[in-house]
């Protein structure tokens, strides 16, 4: 029987920062995680009701998990890339994926992070969003791509689908939903373990 990531265990540790770093790197990442949260629960954010807490708390909770499967991962970066792979949504939605990259960059600097570790992520940052050859990208990129796709089946994501959009007609909601998540699974869960422990909610998903 497959092993079950410990998401569905109680007792985890919520956040990580790696004693192999400088203490400025893990107060970098606390301070960067405190500006996505500011950006994400503004009211000019489409999302500002639900998400830090029901996708990127989530996101972030199984990515540690996987992290402490993984041991090569570079923890700090995959840390650093829960709280950046979504943050154009929150600047300009329309054009999300180059914003993430551009203002990602732009604050990560002005907060002072590291030249070499802001190229790295800016461009783990971008593998992500391309969501191509995922499988062959580096262990960081597995880790946020699947956990950012499974924590689509945690809580109400999908149903919040419905509450954002009360005019659409049902069929399209449901429609919609089936084919965000064959997209997710598909492109973008490339851990075995991950596909494990989801199966069931996916597939009651697609019933």
Request: one cysteine or more.
């Amino acid at each position: 029987m497959p092993a079950q990531i410990g998401f569905l265990q109680a007792g985890k540790a919520y956040f990580y920062i790696d004693s192999a770093y400088p203490i400025s790197m893990g107060a970098l990442i606390k301070q960067f995680k405190k500006h996505v949260i500011s950006k994400a629960r503004s009211k000019t954010f489409i999302h500002h009701s639900w998400f830090v807490q029901y996708h990127l708390e989530i996101v972030e909770k199984l990515s540690i998990e996987l992290c402490q499967r993984h041991k090569e991962a570079d923890k700090n970066l995959v840390l650093l890339l829960v709280w950046l792979h979504d943050y154009g949504k929150m600047i300009d939605f329309k054009d999300q994926h180059k914003k993430t990259l551009t203002e990602g960059r732009k604050t990560l600097s002005r907060l002072g992070f590291p030249k070499g570790t802001i190229d790295k992520a800016i461009g783990f940052a971008a593998l992500i969003d391309k969501k191509e050859n995922l499988e062959k990208a580096p262990i960081e990129v597995k880790i946020i791509s699947s956990a950012d796709a499974a924590a689509h089946l945690v809580g109400p994501f999908f149903y919040l689908w419905w509450h954002e959009n009360p005019s659409k007609p049902f069929e399209a909601l449901m429609k919609d939903n089936v084919r965000k998540a064959m997209k997710d699974w598909n492109r973008k869960v490339v851990l075995p373990e991950v596909h494990a422990a989801f199966q069931a909610r996916h597939d009651l998903l697609l019933e």
